[in-house]
């Protein structure tokens, strides 16, 4: 059983495009992660959100953790090639360490 | 944030073989975790290697098929013993200080023929 329910699975946009990456689950999370991954390397981790409603900003990505800490949103505005990569979202159950990882999101975004 | 190196980075090892992949962190850490993540998948918790202990196993993985070491709070190793094809995958090792984060170092691509 997957935890966490990433939408969608693949993505193709070009350059400039907004896109909007869902990370869903039934379960409540102390806490959201998300993480970019490159071929050939380990995941980037992108941000944490802890509260729920919470809303975070990074430069043209925008992090969201719903009201009831069970799912999130990464919003990306004017895409950029530089953002290709696979997405994660990963979640922390019951105030642990351990994560448990979404299937991703891949993105392509084109010249 | 933490650097993190693994080595070796990638290796192509027969069947019935066994490889050892190392992970070396730059300042101490309280978690160390090992994942896997097949080809075109998610990464999957194979386990949190405790320092002075046995590492704590999640459901699916067992000690006798991934040895784990941790002899101190910079260095693991995670072990794949006895190989098969199936075991083609990245390992990546992960170091959390605080329960909000976790840093991953740049995997371990490994091929069983």
């Known amino acids: 059983t997957q935890l966490l329910e990433q939408s969608p699975q693949f993505l193709s946009i070009q350059e400039g495009e907004n896109l909007t990456v869902y990370c869903n689950s039934s379960?409540?999370?102390?806490?959201l992660q998300w993480y970019r991954q490159e071929p050939g390397e380990g995941p980037v981790l992108l941000v944490t959100?802890?509260?729920?409603?919470e809303v975070k900003k990074l430069k043209r990505l925008t992090f969201q953790f719903g009201d009831a800490r069970k799912d999130s949103s990464l919003h990306i505005t004017a895409a950029q090639p530089g953002d290709t990569g696979l997405y994660l979202c990963?979640?922390?159950?019951?105030?642990?360490?351990?994560?448990?990882f979404g299937k991703g999101t891949s993105l392509l975004v084109t010249p | 944030s933490a650097v993190i190196s693994q080595k070796p980075s990638r290796d192509i090892c027969q069947r019935g073989t066994s490889l050892t992949i190392q992970c070396q962190v730059d300042?101490?850490?309280?978690?160390m975790f090992w994942y896997r993540q097949q080809p075109g998948q998610s990464l999957t918790l194979i386990a949190t290697?405790?320092?002075?202990?046995?590492?704590?196993?999640e459901s699916g993985f067992v000690i006798d098929k991934f040895p784990i070491s941790r002899p101190n709070l910079t260095f693991s190793t995670l072990t794949v013993s006895n190989m098969s094809p199936e075991d083609s995958s990245i390992y990546l090792c992960?170091?959390?200080?605080?329960?909000?984060?976790?840093?991953f170092g740049p995997g371990t691509r490994l091929t069983v023929l």
């Open positions: 992960s170091v959390s200080r605080g329960k909000n984060e976790q840093f």
């Open positions: 379960s409540v999370f102390s806490s």
């Open positions: 959100v802890v509260t729920g409603g």
């Open positions: 990963a979640g922390a159950v019951n105030s642990g360490y351990a994560l448990n």
């Open positions: 300042s101490q850490v309280t978690m």
């Open positions: 290697a405790n320092q002075g202990s046995e590492a704590t196993y």
